[in-house]
């Protein structure tokens, strides 16, 4: 009995080593089944980028012209909606010019009447000078005609000045928008009277194609920025912050203040940015992006391919074997297209850019070069990174 015992132990035992080695073949056998993973690829190269930086800053209008009066009256006419583009040039509003009106003609009839006068002494002048020098008339008389000719050659002068004052304030009836842009909300209303005593705001325009982004580089930046640049006037380009959609304008950089904030140690400077569509108004903030030197080579990787855990940076590249294998990096200059690789990668790296959630080091992937249209160069075309000819 005890005997039969020991020879089911025995065969129990010899039961279970089969089947966990059966089922340890197995476990291999599954492993080494597992598929290589497709991932897509960039090669990386050393090479010559556009290094931007960027900046907090806010627009500003390039223009804003207060609209006021420079003659008193009656509003008349209004001839735009509040907010509207309006042109240089364009009227806006209308006085009442019927006091104007009347007197320029009063003062084109006192100029036809002192051309009649001037007509008369002119003719008796001529008819007494003769007399005169014949000795038939007293030189007395002559001389208090030229002297009434020459007073009514003065009065007619001044009759055409007092005409063109008084075109010149009838003008000023009708005000016209003094440059291109938007203008604000009217001051004031039809039937007001305007202008008595000082000039009154009737309404403001502001021109905000191309509108202005401030910003306020440190002075740490500025000699950077003063000691790299490769162009008289840097290009530069706008993004709207918080906005649901992003916002892009370009444009370039055209001022730079010779004073240094004493409270924050920066230095105020402006870019010109194109505004077309009027999509940013005065007063926006705004990220200002400062283009500084193209002609410098670095080894740059999209930052979102980049890992981080106890041990620092790292990403995964392809071995010639056609395997994942994590890759020690570190960084220096670091921006949202971008990062630069100090050390780590050399040129003719496989980074991997895709599945980057199932990548894990060792793993067999089928790779495909995407560095034509997902490396730096397709990355910094398709954001418009790559600036125009120096100017």
């Known amino acids: ?38 991932v897509n690829i960039i090669k990386v190269k050393k090479e010559p980028v556009p290094i931007w930086k960027q900046f907090t800053g806010m627009t500003k209008a390039s223009s804003s012209q ?63 000078k003769p007399l005169v020098d014949e000795g038939l008339a007293p030189r007395a008389t002559l001389e208090q005609y030229q002297a009434q000719q020459a007073g009514l050659k003065a009065a007619i002068a001044g009759d055409s000045a007092e005409i063109n ?25 039809v039937g007001n009277l305007v202008g008595q005593g ?31 640049r490769n162009k008289e ?32 140690s920066t230095i105020s400077m402006r870019a010109t940015i194109q505004n077309r569509e009027k999509k940013v108004l005065p007063g926006t903030f705004v990220y200002v992006n400062l283009f500084i030197n193209d002609k410098y080579k670095f080894l740059m ?18 071995d010639k074997n056609n395997t994942i294998k994590r890759a020690d990096i570190k960084t220096d200059y670091t921006s949202k297209y971008y990062v630069s690789i100090k050390e780590g990668l050399k040129d003719g790296d496989r980074v991997i850019i895709s599945a980057l959630v199932k990548l894990k080091e060792g793993r067999k992937v089928i790779p495909t070069d995407v560095t034509a249209t997902k490396g730096i160069q397709a990355i910094l075309k398709n954001n418009n990174l790559i600036p125009k000819a120096n100017n």
């Open 66 to 128: 207060d609209v006021k009066t420079r003659v008193s009256g009656v509003l008349e006419k209004i001839y735009f909606k509040d907010g509207e583009f309006v042109k240089k040039g364009e009227k806006l509003f209308q006085i009442q010019k019927g006091e104007y009106l009347a007197s320029l003609n009063a003062a084109k009839a006192k100029k036809a009447q002192d051309e009649a006068s001037l007509a008369l002494a002119t003719a008796d002048v001529n008819r007494y």
């Open 198 to 228: 000082e000039s009154t705001l009737l309404t403001t325009i502001v021109k905000i194609d191309p509108i202005y982004a401030y910003f306020s580089p440190s002075q740490k930046d500025v000699r950077l920025f003063q000691k790299y």
């Open 1 to 38: 009995m005890l005997k039969s015992s020991k020879i089911l132990n025995i065969f129990f035992l010899s039961s279970l080593l089969l089947f966990s080695a059966c089922s340890k073949e197995k476990t291999q056998k599954v492993k080494k089944e597992i598929p290589a993973l497709k």
């Open 165 to 189: 004052r008084a075109k010149l304030q009838l003008s000023y009836t009708t005000i016209t928008a003094p440059i291109s842009g938007n203008a604000s909300a009217r001051r004031v209303d």
């Open 301 to 318: 990787i999209p930052p979102e391919v980049i890992f981080n855990d106890q041990l620092g940076s790292f990403v995964y590249i392809v």
């Open 233 to 264: 006037r840097p290009d530069a380009f706008i993004s709207v912050a918080g906005s649901s959609q992003e916002i892009r304008l370009n444009g370039y950089v055209d001022f730079s203040n010779n004073i240094v904030d004493p409270l924050t």
